[in-house]
């Protein structure tokens, strides 16, 4: 997630705008009909195929969903094969609710909860954000329960919430996270804390989906993943058959305004979608997107998945990752003099694809493993793609500037806290401006070569799996050979909590 900068102006003026010819999807490698994996590899570019072996065992989401406008009601069934991967039996399992999300102004309700063919009686828990599936008989480690539900989720008619993030608004209704979801369980137990109406709320583990959508036939779908069929009912309506893995979420929303301008970066298909009245901004949505997209690409490692949207919504953050999308405020796309701040924020967003989509983090307790290193990719990719001189004034006068202001003002922190440890204010100011400070300080020690190795190790080492804050110094340490504790401590740990 990235705040709305009210007040910025980066000095730096985005390259005349050069729009690669759109092209038509690649077509995915057809199924081996012997191989149950082989129906979500068709999300997989052909280098990531193999992907999926690297799973532990993770949560099959199956969803049969209808979108009725008339009555702004999702509704539909949900199953999930969930694995026991801990140690200890589990004696219960939760989903989050998060369209129960306190004065979000929609609701979903959960009915006909079956655990293994048997009913269950959830129990609402976190104001209605998480649902306790108590299991008659724990579930044993290595075990697996299938679980079926029915839920109808009520979406709010320009919702104000969280960024006005779940909303049926007149240009698209976007629905994040609005399925029953399976959370993180660790060492810490269940995380089904209720996050602040600042941050992100998903942390959870990347899984299987499949997933079929009705909606009226005048409706475009714009998802996580990749659409591998639509079906059009001959009664008004189309069927979308979607398919995303190894994914931490699923992100849907529904258009009939947007337009859209794609492009192919590899095996990747960009999709911008924007507002008619914003077909430029749109276009250097996608410029962008596809620009940053190839400086991750070459510095950290390759994305995974045959599609990612940018989609333009009136989100009230500037941009809101989820795992192959991200959406971009619509004030970033009209006004002509926020081109930098639409730049900066896609640099972001696309950032998350790496950070958060694919190496995971507990983005409710440890905030700044995602953001802190989604900023400073950003300025990586102000550096690449417009001069060494474009990273070093993001550095100074945006990281350096709203930290030392925040400083001078006597609200220094330690960046390593969890979201709720500070006020939104502080939070984007200790978490998105002095967090990056760590990654300049560590790669002014180790050498620009030993600091783009750490990068792509991290990458490699944790993609798929959620990181903690040591795996980042750790994995820092391990590419310089070298001590990172006095730039950890300087930035991340101090000063300590009063
Ligand atoms: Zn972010």
Redesign the pocket.
Known sequence: ??RLWLVLALSILASACNLVATATPTLAPTPTPADDLAIYRVALTAPAQNDLALLDRPTRYSLTLTYDPATLTLSGSEEARYFNRQTAPLGEIYFRLFANYPDAGGKITVTRLTVDGVGVTPVLEAQNTALRVPLDKPLAPNASANLRLEFAVSVPRNGKAHYSDFTASDTITTLPTVYPLIPAYDAAGWHIELPPPYGDLVHADVSLYAVTLTVPSNLVVIASGSTTATRDNGNGTTTWQLVGAPMRDFDFNLTRQLRKDSAVVGETTINAWFEPADAEGGKQALQFAQDAFQVYAKRFGAYPYRELDVVETPTTAAGI?YPGVIVINRALYQDRRAQDNLEFTIG??VA?QWWYGTVGGDQVNDPWV??AL?QYSTLIYFEDRHGSAAGQFILRNVFQSLYNRARNNGRDAAVNQPVSAFDESDYSAIVYDKGPLFYDAIRKKMGDAKFFKFMRTYYERFRYQIAFPEDILKTAEDACACGLQSEYQQWILSPAAK
Do not use: W
Request: no cysteine; net charge negative.
């Open positions: 997630m990235k990752e972001h967003e998350h995602d953001e989604a």
